[in-house]
């Protein structure tokens, strides 16, 4: 069990960019969650998916937000057309269909600057 | 949205002193869960009270929860250093099951 893994940790980007970041959960988790975190704030819930469908998109920020999971495995989240407000704390959580309790599985995040 | 609003924001002690933190929420629970996050780094779960218990123990960590008045603390005794971090409470929505709703967190130091 090597855990949540996330790329890049760190990402600096100029307004008006693209970036995507990907997200390896624990290989036998079938649920994915997608968080945003600003400074001196909590976790905000983005997105998640069960396997490669993503039951829950509304709370994605903007259009300019996109996920996806094509194979159930691995996630990528997309910032398209990247504004300072953007600049936060995207982690990634992981867990599995039959947790009863939803406990879930953190990742060390991805920390995006956008100048 | 924030579902849960821990108190206080930050907290200051010495070690061997003891730390309790409150969290409030809204909405009706199925459990109740704590989270460690370290200065820049990822969550990590601490314990999960679930809605039908009042008080739950783990090593040096007991939480409580008082579902009337929609309310848990979290108390770390015999802090060390090493507990300075944040610590956030998170609900699970009992209509959604799936997303957790954290709250701002309480920034604990633990000094020497």
């Known amino acids: 069990d090597t855990g949540v893994s996330q790329d890049p940790r760190h990402k600096i980007t100029k307004r008006g960019q693209n970036v995507t970041f990907r997200c390896d959960p624990i290989?036998?988790?079938?649920?994915l969650y997608w968080y945003r975190q600003t400074l001196g704030q909590g976790p905000e819930f983005l997105t998640y998916?069960?396997?490669?469908?993503?039951?829950?998109k509304s709370r994605l920020l903007s259009d300019r937000f996109s996920a996806e999971r094509p194979k159930g495995s691995f996630s990528t989240l997309e910032i398209q057309r990247t504004e300072q407000g953007d600049s936060a704390m995207y982690l990634c959580?992981?867990?599995?269909?039959?947790?009863?309790?939803?406990?879930?599985?953190f990742g060390p995040g991805t920390r995006l600057t956008v100048l | 949205s924030q579902q849960g609003e821990e108190d206080p924001q930050a907290l200051s002690i010495q070690e061997g002193e003891n730390a309790t933190m409150n969290c409030s929420y809204k909405?009706?629970?199925?459990?109740l869960q704590w989270y460690r996050q370290n200065s820049g780094r990822g969550l990590v779960h601490l314990i999960l009270?679930?809605?039908?218990?009042r008080e739950k123990h783990s090593g040096r960590l007991r939480v409580t929860l008082d579902t009337s008045k929609k309310s848990s603390s979290l108390l770390i005794t015999a802090s060390r250093a090493a507990d300075t971090a944040s610590y956030f409470c998170?609900?699970?929505?009992?209509?959604?099951?799936?997303?957790?709703?954290f709250g701002k967190g309480t920034s604990l130091l633990v000094t020497p």
């Open positions: 959580a992981s867990n599995n269909f039959f947790s009863p309790d939803n406990e879930q599985f």
């Open positions: 290989s036998e988790h079938n649920r």
């Open positions: 998916f069960q396997n490669e469908a993503q039951l829950e």
């Open positions: 909405t009706s629970i199925n459990n």
């Open positions: 009270i679930r809605s039908n218990e």
């Open positions: 998170a609900t699970v929505d009992a209509n959604s099951g799936y997303a957790l709703n």
